[in-house]
């Protein structure tokens, strides 16, 4: 079975501009949660989307923001990008929305965005 | 406000013995906890999990140990390998809610030959 996949691989943008990352979950999966680590916060929770509704989100200004389609594929867009906001940005999928068991999150290999 | 810590940024041990990572939450609304292991440029990857309703579990080498009263868990390789050595993150989440993800910020282990 393949694995979540997320495209594009890196990215370098100029501050001020728009990004659009995508992933694509395990099949069968249909929960999408989106994290952005960094070297100083570490790794962050930022949302997760479920039968395309976000079920949470985390401590992020509206610049980021996500949808999920149909086919549980999510994507995340953050507009006016800052140089802050280099990072790796990383999409996990789990079979459901909400406890355990076996709901547990597996991960892409990640988006690294630069902003220049 | 760290509400999962890894307070070692760093642990290294001799191939064959046992590697021990550490983790404690704050949180007492946390009740299920996960270990990911991840190498250089790729996404961190499930080890093994345990639920508040547990204080242990064991899959192969990697055993977790809960401490709900000490709000403390454990992880243990045995034995370890060279290959184990990656950053090693520990994750918790509230009831219900696995998909949000509150994680320290890595052990690097190194596993000497």
């Known amino acids: 079975k393949a694995g979540v996949t997320q495209t594009p691989r890196y990215l370098i943008k100029t501050r001020g501009q728009q990004v659009t990352l995508s992933c694509s979950p395990i099949s069968g999966h249909r929960s999408v949660s989106w994290y952005q680590q960094t070297p100083g916060q570490g790794l962050q929770f930022l949302f997760e989307y479920f039968s395309e509704t976000q079920r949470n989100k985390g401590n992020f200004p509206g610049r980021f923001s996500g949808r999920q389609f149909s086919n549980s594929r999510s994507e995340m867009n953050v507009s006016t990008l800052e140089l802050g906001d280099s990072a790796l940005y990383l999409c996990?999928?789990?079979?459901?929305?909400?406890?355990?068991?076996?709901?547990?999150?597996?991960f892409g290999p990640g988006t690294r965005l630069t902003v220049l | 406000d760290q509400q999962v810590k890894q307070n070692s940024p760093s642990l290294s041990v001799q191939e064959g013995r046992i590697s021990i990572l550490n983790c404690d939450y704050t949180n007492s609304m946390f009740d299920y906890f996960l270990w990911y292991k991840k190498y250089p440029a790729e996404g961190p990857t499930f080890l093994i999990s345990i639920s508040s309703i547990k204080d242990k579990n064991e899959d192969g080498r990697f055993t977790v140990f809960l401490n709900k009263s000490a709000k403390h868990l454990s992880l243990h390789i045995v034995p370890s390998q060279p290959g184990d050595s990656a950053v090693y993150f520990c994750a918790a989440s509230a009831s219900g809610n696995t998909g949000k993800l509150i994680f320290g910020q890595g052990t690097t282990l190194q596993v000497k030959p």
């Open positions: 996990a999928s789990s079979l459901a929305y909400g406890g355990p068991p076996g709901n547990e999150q597996f």
